[in-house]
Nanobody, 123 residues
Framework: EVQLVESLGVLVQAGGSLILSCAGS????????IGWVRQALGKEREGVSC????????WYADSVKGRFTISSDNAKNTVYLQMNSLKPEDTAVYYC????????????????WGRGTQVTVSS
Protein backbone atom coordinates (compact mmCIF):
# COMPACT_ATOMS: atom_id res chain seq x y z
CA GLU A 1 0.00 0.00 0.00
CA VAL A 2 1.25 3.43 -0.92
CA GLN A 3 0.40 6.41 1.27
CA LEU A 4 0.97 10.02 0.30
CA VAL A 5 0.73 12.53 3.14
CA GLU A 6 0.75 16.19 2.19
CA SER A 7 1.98 18.94 4.49
CA LEU A 8 -0.42 20.83 6.75
CA GLY A 9 1.69 23.89 7.37
CA VAL A 10 0.98 27.59 7.63
CA LEU A 11 2.50 30.22 5.34
CA VAL A 12 2.61 33.86 6.40
CA GLN A 13 4.45 36.90 5.08
CA ALA A 14 7.10 38.68 7.10
CA GLY A 15 5.53 41.17 9.46
CA GLY A 16 2.33 39.16 9.69
CA SER A 17 0.65 37.54 12.68
CA LEU A 18 -0.45 34.04 13.62
CA ILE A 19 -2.09 32.30 16.57
CA LEU A 20 -1.25 28.75 17.58
CA SER A 21 -3.39 26.78 20.03
CA CYS A 22 -2.75 23.69 22.11
CA ALA A 23 -5.61 21.79 23.76
CA GLY A 24 -4.76 19.30 26.48
CA SER A 25 -6.68 16.32 27.83
CA UNK A 26 -6.13 13.32 30.07
CA UNK A 27 -4.48 15.26 32.90
CA UNK A 28 -5.20 17.98 35.40
CA UNK A 29 -4.49 21.09 33.37
CA UNK A 30 -3.60 23.33 36.31
CA UNK A 31 -0.89 20.94 37.52
CA UNK A 32 1.46 21.53 34.55
CA UNK A 33 3.30 24.28 32.71
CA ILE A 34 2.57 24.14 28.97
CA GLY A 35 4.34 25.90 26.12
CA TRP A 36 6.06 25.70 22.75
CA VAL A 37 9.37 24.46 21.42
CA ARG A 38 10.45 25.07 17.84
CA GLN A 39 12.94 23.40 15.55
CA ALA A 40 14.20 24.86 12.30
CA LEU A 41 15.52 22.59 9.56
CA GLY A 42 19.04 21.47 10.39
CA LYS A 43 19.10 23.22 13.76
CA GLU A 44 18.68 22.29 17.40
CA ARG A 45 15.27 22.62 18.98
CA GLU A 46 14.79 25.59 21.26
CA GLY A 47 12.23 26.64 23.80
CA VAL A 48 10.00 29.50 22.68
CA SER A 49 7.61 30.18 25.53
CA CYS A 50 6.09 28.60 28.62
CA UNK A 51 3.17 29.35 30.93
CA UNK A 52 2.12 28.00 34.29
CA UNK A 53 -1.63 27.45 34.15
CA UNK A 54 -1.91 27.56 37.94
CA UNK A 55 -0.42 31.00 38.62
CA UNK A 56 -0.09 32.54 35.13
CA UNK A 57 3.69 33.07 35.25
CA UNK A 58 5.38 33.12 31.83
CA TRP A 59 8.76 32.65 30.18
CA TYR A 60 9.91 33.81 26.72
CA ALA A 61 13.02 33.27 24.68
CA ASP A 62 14.96 36.50 24.12
CA SER A 63 14.44 36.21 20.37
CA VAL A 64 10.64 36.48 20.67
CA LYS A 65 10.20 38.88 23.59
CA GLY A 66 7.95 41.76 22.66
CA ARG A 67 6.58 39.89 19.63
CA PHE A 68 5.05 36.68 21.02
CA THR A 69 2.47 36.38 23.79
CA ILE A 70 1.45 33.16 25.52
CA SER A 71 -1.85 32.80 27.36
CA SER A 72 -4.10 30.09 28.77
CA ASP A 73 -7.81 29.40 29.08
CA ASN A 74 -8.10 26.93 31.93
CA ALA A 75 -11.82 26.38 31.37
CA LYS A 76 -11.01 25.08 27.87
CA ASN A 77 -7.74 23.36 28.84
CA THR A 78 -6.07 25.34 26.08
CA VAL A 79 -2.88 27.39 25.69
CA TYR A 80 -2.43 29.98 22.94
CA LEU A 81 0.63 31.53 21.36
CA GLN A 82 0.04 34.89 19.66
CA MET A 83 2.88 35.58 17.23
CA ASN A 84 3.26 39.10 15.85
CA SER A 85 5.84 40.78 13.61
CA LEU A 86 6.95 37.43 12.26
CA LYS A 87 10.39 37.17 10.69
CA PRO A 88 11.87 34.62 8.27
CA GLU A 89 14.05 33.49 11.18
CA ASP A 90 10.88 32.29 12.94
CA THR A 91 10.39 29.60 10.29
CA ALA A 92 10.30 26.25 12.10
CA VAL A 93 8.12 23.40 13.28
CA TYR A 94 6.39 24.50 16.47
CA TYR A 95 5.58 21.83 19.05
CA CYS A 96 3.29 22.13 22.04
CA UNK A 97 5.00 20.51 25.02
CA UNK A 98 4.03 19.49 28.56
CA UNK A 99 5.70 20.29 30.81
CA UNK A 100 7.63 23.24 29.46
CA UNK A 101 10.69 24.85 31.04
CA UNK A 102 11.97 28.26 32.03
CA UNK A 103 14.79 27.97 29.50
CA UNK A 104 15.71 27.18 25.90
CA UNK A 105 17.18 23.68 26.22
CA UNK A 106 15.06 20.52 26.02
CA UNK A 107 16.78 17.14 26.30
CA UNK A 108 15.73 14.22 24.07
CA UNK A 109 12.42 12.55 24.92
CA UNK A 110 11.46 15.29 27.36
CA UNK A 111 7.81 15.36 28.39
CA UNK A 112 4.79 15.02 26.12
CA TRP A 113 4.71 16.63 22.67
CA GLY A 114 2.06 17.62 20.17
CA ARG A 115 2.24 16.65 16.52
CA GLY A 116 3.82 19.94 15.48
CA THR A 117 2.86 22.76 13.13
CA GLN A 118 5.09 23.93 10.29
CA VAL A 119 5.23 27.72 10.26
CA THR A 120 6.90 29.28 7.23
CA VAL A 121 7.53 33.02 7.14
CA SER A 122 8.27 34.36 3.67
CA SER A 123 10.17 37.54 2.91
Amino acid sequence: EVQLVESLGVLVQAGGSLILSCAGSGFTFDDYAIGWVRQALGKEREGVSCISSSDGSKWYADSVKGRFTISSDNAKNTVYLQMNSLKPEDTAVYYCVRPCQWGSYYPPHFGSWGRGTQVTVSS
